[in-house]
């Protein structure tokens, strides 16, 4: 990668210096600039071809898929390439599986090898409380009621020391058997408990320790639980991604959950360009006041839309990401009319109202009480304290973070009811995440069946 700020002979002799080691140079792609450049430009650097003119990402990219270069190495520098740019081909190179090293960095693609052995759609999110989770069960519900029976690979920072498997569609773990998992030492509000407890399918939990900047994680169990998933009579695999952490293995097909609130340069800059690369389809959520602004959505929504879409290896333009918009709301597993509740959950304070008003006017409850402070133990704890103040019988909570060992320790302690309650994506203005979903299993279904004959 070189640029025309750099005078000719200068670049000429960094890459004849490259060349002199054990690197061949098979190629120079001009990113921009012009200043020191004759009038016609250049068409090589003494031996090494240059490629110019258009877009230097659409440049880069089709000089991977024609040279099949083992690094990209880059000579440029600001003004040309400014931070974003700069991260925009890096997320391309590391798409290709190609190393992209800087005179002071080095970005290496995260593995991701092909574990199942059947159609596999990913579920990954920018960071956490996005509602990954809540996005992967209702991809897990979706396909299951379609006929296509789904096994759930979850991580998680609390994941089991061993692949885990919880069969969600024979059993019916109750608030006494996870808090027995709790006082066991165990994460009992782990994704896959989740998973299974929510979309009442087969799910595997898996652990992970650590994150990078393009979502590669170096310490997990989750290749072993794929194994282990493979051995699991289903049509379709789940890969849940972890915070902004994805999972280790290929997937056919990818869908990225993007909270509306998220700032600009999460999606375009940083390696938030690597993410939507990987994307097949988008799903906004929070797509509602507080978190999004009519405007806010829409200019979320445009950005991903516009995001560079680089070619197929087999040659042709790669589909346009497909984006929808939805908003989260509660939906207890069991019913709760005529309750009064106290609702735990992770979502902020801004939501209170809304959530209060939906579990009111569409499941009949009374709500006296909320926590948002399910994702801090010590303010929960203290919330936790008025729990039978105000009249409540029931609590109506998420499997989340300190649910089971701080929330429904005290309900139970109090002789209270507790039941769970999942958080359902509603698509906006005529948005439907349930076509997309079933969509993206056949397309799965599709590239799979493709890639193995």
Same mark, same amino acid.
């Given at each position: 990668?070189?640029d ?9 002799s960094?890459?004849t210096e490259?060349?002199?080691?054990? $690197?061949?140079?098979?190629?120079a792609?001009?990113v921009?600039?012009r200043?020191?450049l ?13 490629r110019s003119?258009?877009d230097?990402?659409?440049l ?5 898929l ?6 990209i190495?880059?000579?440029?520098d600001?003004?040309?390439?400014d931070y +974003?740019? #700069?991260?925009e ?10 190393p %992209? ?5 080095r970005? &290496?693609?995260p593995p991701?090898?092909?574990?199942s ?13 996005t509602?990954?989770?809540?996005v992967?069960?209702y991809?897990?519900? @979706?396909?299951n009621?379609a006929g ?8 998680? #920072?609390g994941?089991? $020391? ?5 069969h969600? $569609?024979e059993i019916d773990?109750?608030?006494t058997?996870?808090l ?5 030492g165990?994460?009992?509000a782990?994704? =896959?408990i989740?998973?299974?407890m ?5 799910t595997?939990g898996?652990r992970?320790c ?7 994680i170096?310490?997990?169990n ?8 493979n051995?699991?009579?289903?049509d379709l695999?789940?890969l ?16 990225l959950?993007v909270p509306a609130?998220?700032?600009?340069? %999460?999606?375009?800059? =940083?390696?938030?360009p ?7 389809f988008?799903?906004v959520?929070m ?5 999004? &602004?009519?405007?806010q959505?829409?200019?979320?929504a +445009? ?5 560079f879409r680089?070619a197929?290896r ?7 990401? #497909? ?9 207890p @597993?069991?019913p709760v009319?005529?309750?009064a509740?106290?609702?735990?959950t @992770?979502a902020?304070?801004?939501?209170g109202?809304?959530i209060s008003?939906h579990l009111?006017?569409?499941?009949g ?5 909320i926590s ?6 010590e +303010? ?5 304290q &008025? ?9 109506l909570c ?10 429904t ?7 209270m009811?507790?039941? =769970? ?9 005529? $948005?439907d995440?349930e076509s997309?979903?079933?969509w ?5 279904r599709e590239? =799979? ?5």
């Amino acid at each position: 990668m070189v640029d025309g700020e750099h005078y000719p002979p200068v670049v000429a002799s960094a890459l004849t210096e490259l060349a002199s080691g054990a $690197d061949e140079v098979l190629a120079a792609v001009l990113v921009g600039g012009r200043e020191k450049l004759p009038a016609g430009g250049v068409g090589a650097y003494g031996d090494v071809p240059v490629r110019s003119g258009g877009d230097p990402r659409a440049l880069l990219d089709t000089a991977i898929l024609e040279l099949d270069p083992d690094e990209i190495i880059d000579l440029s520098d600001e003004p040309v390439l400014d931070y +974003r740019r #700069r991260h925009e081909l890096i997320s391309i190179a590391l798409y290709r599986g190609v190393p %992209y090293r800087g005179m002071d960095f080095r970005f &290496t693609p995260p593995p991701r090898p092909r574990l199942s052995e059947r159609p596999s759609l990913a579920i990954i999110g920018t960071g956490k409380r996005t509602g990954k989770t809540a996005v992967a069960g209702y991809a897990a519900r @979706t396909l299951n009621a379609a006929g296509i029976n789904p096994v759930v690979v979850a991580m998680g #920072r609390g994941g089991p $020391d061993e692949p885990e498997v919880l069969h969600g $569609d024979e059993i019916d773990l109750t608030p006494t058997d996870l808090l027995a998992l709790a006082d066991q030492g165990r994460h009992a509000a782990s994704d =896959y408990i989740e998973d299974a407890m929510l979309a009442r399918v087969p799910t595997v939990g898996c652990r992970r320790c650590g994150g990078g900047l393009a979502g590669g994680i170096g310490i997990s169990n989750v290749p072993r639980g794929i194994e282990v998933a493979n051995t699991i009579p289903a049509d379709l695999t789940i890969l849940e991604g972890s915070g902004a952490s994805i999972p280790p293995a290929h997937a056919d097909v990818t869908g990225l959950v993007v909270p509306a609130s998220i700032p600009e340069e %999460y999606l375009a800059g =940083y390696l938030g360009p690597y993410r939507m690369l990987l994307a097949d389809f988008v799903v906004v959520s929070m797509c509602e006041y507080p978190f999004g &602004t009519p405007s806010q959505i829409s200019q979320v929504a +445009r950005r991903i839309q516009e995001s560079f879409r680089p070619a197929r290896r087999s040659g042709g333009s790669r589909e346009a990401i #497909r984006v929808v918009r939805t908003v989260f709301r509660p939906a207890p @597993t069991l019913p709760v009319q005529g309750m009064a509740v106290f609702v735990a959950t @992770t979502a902020p304070e801004a939501a209170g109202e809304s959530i209060s008003r939906h579990l009111e006017e569409e499941h009949g409850c009374k709500v006296v009480g909320i926590s948002h402070s399910l994702s801090d133990r010590e +303010r929960l704890e203290a919330d936790i304290q &008025t729990i039978g103040k105000g009249g409540a019988d029931t609590l109506l909570c998420e499997i989340k973070a300190a649910a089971i060992d701080v929330a429904t320790r005290r309900a139970l302690d109090l002789g209270m009811e507790v039941i =769970y309650m999942d958080n359902v994506p509603v698509g906006i203005d005529g $948005d439907d995440p349930e076509s997309v979903i079933t969509w993206a299993a056949e397309l799965a279904r599709e590239r =799979y069946e493709k890639e193995e004959g």
